[in-house]
């Protein structure tokens, strides 16, 4: 009796031993790698000082991947700008605000595109932050949902195979 009242103790004690920071910050890294790989964050975004209705945004990220030192991400990101539709490799700061991540650029030269600065907070499948391209600046805000996987292609009807 002794000895199942000792590991019965030794399970409750492990269970209730708080999360050590190394394990928080794994499992803050995988939640965000997980909710903006494969994404598409959908919504709107405004110019300060324009009178105008927000403009639809979107952005594909195909994956994003955490540097080994300091606080850059990988974010391989579809950028359809203008008449421009491109592939980018960007490396970007993310800062913490507590379990929170922001995304966090100042004056990023993306080739072709031009300078960005944003910092932008996401939160759970919501996204909201400032954007800036030059002097022209505003809000961006809207969803995060995963990417629709594409189709695949149909298989030859029966009466199509060759012979």
Do not use: C
């Not at 000792?6 to 928080?24: C, I, S």
């Not at 009178?51 to 030192?69: C, D, F, G, V, W």
């Amino acid at each position: 009796m002794l000895i199942v009242g000792l590991v019965g103790g030794y399970a409750e004690e492990q269970a209730a031993k708080p999360e050590t920071p190394e394990a928080r910050k794994a499992r803050l890294f995988k939640k965000f790698e997980s909710t903006m790989s494969n994404a598409v964050l959908t919504g709107q975004f405004t110019v300060v000082g324009r009178e105008a209705p927000p403009s639809k945004e979107s952005y594909t990220i195909l994956s994003i991947r955490k540097m080994p030192q300091g606080d850059l991400w990988v974010f391989t990101a579809r950028i359809k700008y203008g008449e421009r539709d491109m592939t980018l490799p960007m490396p970007i700061p993310v800062k913490w605000a507590g379990d929170t991540p922001v995304i966090s650029l100042d004056n990023l030269t993306l080739p072709g595109l031009g300078t960005f600065s944003a910092h932008v907070v996401i939160d759970g499948s919501k996204y909201a932050g400032t954007w800036a391209h030059g002097k022209v600046g505003g809000h961006m805000y809207g969803t995060i949902a995963p990417a629709q996987p594409k189709p695949k292609p149909a298989a030859p009807k029966s009466s199509e195979k060759a012979e």
